[in-house]
């Protein structure tokens, strides 16, 4: 075998080694927010670190809600819009 073919042995040999997952480990799925819901109660942040807030937000436009808003729930929201994603796409009341 010359050094050409050496080269595609080893370099198949540690993709595939690379690739190898460890089944015995379960994956947990991690928790997407639906309707501006996520549920947080069974992730634990000192084991599992910290979670991106993927999933559907509700959007209110123009509109700026401080946590200390307690009549936000009388506002009208705009639509749920999915984290991460192309918001150039879409119109909201007429607006880019």
Known sequence: ?????????????????????????????????????????????QSEGPLLLEGEWEFFWEKLISPSDTNFKLLISDGYYSVPSIWNRDTINNHY
């Open 1 to 45: 075998m010359n050094k050409f073919n050496n080269f595609w042995v080893v370099a198949i040999l540690l993709f595939t080694v690379l690739n190898c997952k460890n089944t015995n480990t379960p994956v947990k799925e991690r928790p997407l927010a639906v309707k501006g819901v996520i549920d947080l109660r069974k992730w634990d942040f």
